[in-house]
């Protein structure tokens, strides 16, 4: 069964880069009919997604975000990272990772615990 865990510093400064891994364990990352996501929650808000890279590589991103974001893989160490450029305040949330394997039309999904990222100097 494939379980996803967060890393990654909890405070990063205004205009810096925040920098996320998800470690996968429990299968490869290049599995088809895998796609891995990243979905944030700030304070007091309702779940956003932020994009997701899929088993052969491909990515998509929240249109809101897209030219801030990027999302990799390393196939070597079973990871995907997420790279959120010029960071302010508002990009303060709880990240998580998450599985999503498509079975026909049904969607089985497993979530990271997520991590606490505040952007603050």
């Known amino acids: 069964q494939v379980q996803v865990q967060e890393s990654g510093p909890g405070l990063v400064k205004p205009s810096q880069t925040l920098s996320l891994t998800c470690t996968v364990s429990g299968g490869p990352i290049t599995n088809n009919y895998y796609y891995w996501s990243w979905i944030r929650q700030p304070p007091g808000k309702g779940l956003e997604w932020v994009g997701y890279?899929?088993?052969?590589?491909?990515?998509y991103y929240n249109p809101s975000l897209k030219s801030r974001t990027s999302i990799s893989r390393d196939t070597s160490k079973n990871q995907f990272t997420l790279q959120l450029n010029s960071v302010t305040p508002e990009d303060t949330a709880v990240y998580y990772c998450r599985s999503r394997e498509m079975v026909g039309n049904n969607a089985f999904d497993t979530w990271g615990q997520g991590t606490l990222v505040t952007v603050s100097s």
């Open positions: 890279i899929g088993s052969s590589g491909s990515t």
